[in-house]
């Protein structure tokens, strides 16, 4: 699997099809002491999802991801897999035999090939040593793009290649459901690239995929629906394309700094005067390597994108001309800091006054 290789399209469910419910959480607590790492947290993972579990380190994730795989136990709550209550051993012990789960980073021999290390682990899980197990070992090597490499030891992979094989054993049993924590963590961009495309593949294959992960830009690429955590307390839990619906905008750039303050006014005036369609205004930092304007700010106007031609006008129409006006689609950091309040900075309140001052460490 080449580094160049784009993610495959995640299939969508056709419309109005229903799609079985694989994994379901209620009142989901897990406490360490006096520290709540998992409150009361209710998911619902669909067959055929690649599903996101966000949020910051210490946020719950792989508590959570443990308490799925009967390897911590919950303080409260229920979890059902496959629709089986894991509070029953038998039943626990089924469902989990349908998983396959990568919640450490995996470990090998370093002198032993892909295939070697891979019969041991098949060998250690009770398969047969025979044709069957062979034959398997071998699939499970090109559905991760590791056939053509069965000959090199384990110590001379790439960081991507290690990934890839951990998930490799992780799909030795066939599972219908994949379980990954922090798949592309520590990984150069050449091998979060491949761990990537490999999830959209399992994806495309009929296997549902959940992942933990503090990359947000990383799993936006990827998941069809996220669950986002915050000192384990759930925020928001949906389809990715409906959460950044909710965080497109427009954005605005001005050649004379003087015009900015004018805009913000103009379009807050606007907005109190019965335009609807414009929620807010606020000032905001460009993204890196995007232009950058005297004074440093641009406006972010809380608006969908079919109303630039408007908000263009009405500019226009005081006198008011941009620079730069464009569609801003929504994206899970946006939406993550928008939801927590952790704007570190990047944004503030837009007013008829001055634009505020750049904070320390902004772009000049």
């Not at 491949?194 to 992942?211: K, N």
């Not at 307390?233 to 389809?239: D, I």
Request: charged share 20%; net charge neutral; aromatic share 4%.
């Amino acid at each position: 699997m080449s580094a160049t290789e784009e993610t495959p399209p995640i299939p969508e469910t056709p419309p109005g099809a229903a799609r079985e419910v694989v994994l379901r959480t209620e009142g989901l607590t897990k406490r360490y002491g006096v520290r709540t790492a998992v409150n009361n947290l209710a998911l619902e993972v669909r067959r055929g999802d690649v599903f996101g579990l966000l949020g910051p380190n210490g946020s719950g994730k792989t508590t959570t991801l443990r308490m799925l795989l009967g390897l911590v136990w919950p303080l409260a709550g229920s979890i059902s897999l496959f629709g089986e209550n894991m509070a029953s051993t038998a039943s626990r012990r089924a469902a989990l035999k349908r998983i396959g789960a990568i919640v450490e980073q995996p470990s090998f021999y370093p002198f032993l090939t892909g295939p070697e290390n891979l019969h041991g682990i098949a060998t250690f899980a009770g398969m047969p040593d025979n044709a069957t197990t062979r034959a398997r070992v071998s699939a499970v090597l090109e559905q991760v793009g590791l056939a053509e490499r069965d000959k090199d030891s384990y110590r001379k992979y790439s960081l991507g290649m290690k990934q890839r094989l951990g998930i490799a054993a992780a799909l030795l049993n066939s599972p219908d459901m994949m379980i990954l924590d922090e798949p592309t963590n520590g990984l150069d961009p050449a091998g979060m690239v491949e761990v990537r495309a490999l999830i959209g593949q399992l994806a495309t294959s009929g296997v549902t995929v959940m992942l933990a992960s503090h990359l947000l830009h990383e799993v936006q690429q990827v998941c069809t629906r996220v669950a986002i955590l915050k000192e384990g307390n759930l925020l928001a839990q949906g389809a990715v394309s409906d959460l950044l619906a909710t965080s497109s905008g427009v954005v605005i750039g001005f050649a004379d700094a003087e015009q900015l303050p004018r805009a913000a006014g103009a379009l807050l005036q606007a907005r109190d005067a019965g335009a609807v369609w414009l929620r807010d205004v606020r000032y905001v930092l460009p993204e890196p390597g995007a232009w950058t304007p005297p004074g440093g700010w641009l406006l972010r106007v809380d608006a969908s994108g079919d109303h630039s031609g408007e908000i263009n006008a009405l500019l226009a129409g005081q006198g008011i001309y941009a620079a730069e006006l464009r569609r801003s689609e929504g994206n899970l950091e946006q939406y993550f800091l928008a939801l927590t309040g952790a704007t570190n900075g990047m944004t503030a309140p837009a007013s008829a006054a001055a634009a505020p001052a750049m904070p320390q460490g902004g772009q000049a």
